[in-house]
């Protein structure tokens, strides 16, 4: 097994590598991580607040937004 200590000793690039082979370990099915009916009723909660009260902003908008405050 590895240590943290012996991963502490990888370059940033190693160690970034590590982690984007651990993510690709885990599965991308949704059956594999099962929700609450807690979690699910929370879900559903927020989803119809989103479609009732609409406050997000294409992706391009934020970014020129953050640009032109530089």
């Known amino acids: 097994m ?7 000793e990888l370059s940033v690039a190693e160690r970034v590598q590590l982690v ?22 929370e879900l559903d909660r927020r989803l119809e607040h989103l479609e009732s009260d609409p406050q997000g902003r294409p992706w391009r908008e934020v970014l020129e937004r953050i640009q032109s405050a530089e």
């Open 2 to 8: 590895v240590s943290w200590d012996d991963i502490r």
């Open 20 to 41: 984007e082979d651990i993510w690709d370990t885990i599965p991308a099915s949704a059956e594999d991580f099962p929700v609450s009916e807690a979690q699910r009723a």
